[in-house]
């Protein structure tokens, strides 16, 4: 029997922060990665703030916008990892830019008429240490599915500290067991959506 065809993934991570700086969005993005790894997935993190992206719904903002750069990498993907940070209950500035910059596909279509996100499959990450992971998870899905992402169950992992407190989860040893545990599910459900979509495409739209 042939071996399953060979995935890869991309990582945007969605911190406000720029390298080298410690990045909690960055440490779980890995753990997603780490996981994808161990399904046989090949992949790469791109912290989208060390780049300069312009603001807009295009492809190419033009005048130096290296979005264009970060699109070739995603569309070269299977699946899509967005990690990012919860701010005041929503998603980040940098995460909300980057779903922005996607409202682009949808006018970008193959032979058939299909999105060329048709057969992506998307999972999000979410850290912080106030309330709003269900709602970042759930903001982040509907826009990646807008834009022509599929979403397998489990599709969001997401670590939440003690409300106003300063311990954050670049500060655990490890990951918290019941985070790690959702990264797992996330990581293999996606590998196996990807694979299923990978042998038998969506429809001619």
Request: glycine content about 8%.
């Amino acid at each position: 029997m042939p071996s399953p065809p060979d995935l890869t993934a991309l990582v945007l991570v969605g911190t406000l922060n720029k390298s080298p700086a410690e990045s909690s969005s960055e440490l779980i993005g890995r753990h997603v990665l780490d996981a994808l790894e161990k399904q046989g997935v090949s992949g790469e993190i791109v912290r989208v703030v060390d780049h300069d992206v312009r603001f807009g719904v295009s492809t190419d903002e033009g005048d130096g916008d290296e979005w264009p750069q970060i699109r070739d990498q995603l569309l070269a993907a299977d699946i899509l990892v967005v990690a990012t940070p919860i701010w005041l209950g929503q998603p980040s500035s940098v995460t909300k830019m980057v779903l922005e910059r996607l409202d682009a596909e949808l006018s970008e279509t193959d032979d058939e008429g299909r999105l060329l996100t048709y057969g992506k499959v998307a999972i999000v990450a979410v850290v912080g240490n106030e309330d709003g992971a269900h709602h970042v998870v759930a903001e982040c899905l509907q826009a990646l599915n807008d834009t022509g992402f599929s979403v397998a169950p489990n599709a969001g992992a997401y670590w939440v500290g003690e409300a106003m407190q300063s311990v954050d989860y670049k500060d655990h040893d490890s990951p918290p067991e019941a985070t790690a545990s959702a990264v797992t599910s996330a990581a293999a459900n996606a590998v196996h959506l990807a694979r299923l979509l990978q042998a038998d495409a969506y429809p001619p739209s």
